[in-house]
């Protein structure tokens, strides 16, 4: 029943790696998100897309590479992961035009990379 | 100059008291308001959001906007413990384009 869901929960890896994280939503929106949150706490949006297409993309290195093989499904795949990479990331969905004024989020993926 | 700030905090009230959260945003033409509450470990959720000039009231919670001043507050009356966590200030701005705040921690103490 959960609404937006993520897996993994936890993502431990090491420097040079390349990982991904899967987001799924159930509630029929056609738009969705990926986040970073820093350690203080400061949520970024990375990524929007609205049915597949890609809308937002914010000033993100280009190892970050999200895909969106249908409108309920929203992958982060990372490259050559960094230290600095070390962060939660939200994945979250809104029906179009909503933004964030019905936006739902996912559990966070927290992922460490040592 | 980030695009909105808030005071970090902790922001400690004891219960019952009345917490005031603030926020300040630069993009002039912002146009829709938002807060949210993230407890420690969990994903954020939207507890209030504000198009207009003045107060909405919603329970506990009131947002007020001020767009000249650009400045968006958030009161929590009746402070409850459970109202403890991190609240975050959202702002859309033109077109698909919106930011967050920091983020101000807030205790309420029994």
């Not at chain 1, 993994?8 to 040079?16: A, S």
């Not at chain 2, 912002?30 to 420690?40: A, D, E, K």
């Amino acid at each position: 029943d959960t609404a937006v869901s993520q897996t993994p929960k936890y993502l431990v890896t090491q420097m040079g790696n390349d990982k991904s994280i899967k987001c799924e939503q159930n509630l029929g929106h056609d738009t969705m998100y990926w986040y970073k949150q820093d350690s203080k706490k400061f949520l970024k949006i990375m990524f929007s897309y609205n049915n597949k297409e890609l809308i937002i993309n914010e000033t993100v290195p280009n190892r970050f590479s999200p895909k969106s093989p249908d409108k309920a499904h929203l992958n982060l795949h990372i490259n050559s992961l960094e230290l600095g990479d070390s962060a939660v990331y939200f994945c979250a969905s809104s029906q179009r035009g909503q933004g964030l004024a019905g936006q739902y989020f996912g559990p966070g993926t927290r992922l460490t990379v040592t | 100059q980030k695009e909105v700030e808030q005071n970090s905090g902790p922001l400690s009230v004891p219960e019952g008291a009345i917490a005031s959260l603030n926020c300040t945003y630069s993009d002039r033409v912002s146009q829709s308001f938002f807060w949210y509450r993230q407890y420690s470990g969990k994903s954020p959720e939207l507890i209030m959001s504000i198009y207009s000039n003045g107060d909405k009231e919603d329970g506990r919670f009131t947002a007020q906007l001020n767009k000249a001043s650009q400045y968006v507050s958030l009161l929590i009356r009746d402070s409850q413990p459970s109202d403890s966590a991190t609240y975050l200030c959202a702002v859309k701005v033109a077109g698909n384009q919106f930011y967050f705040g920091t983020g101000t921690s807030l205790t309420v103490i029994p």
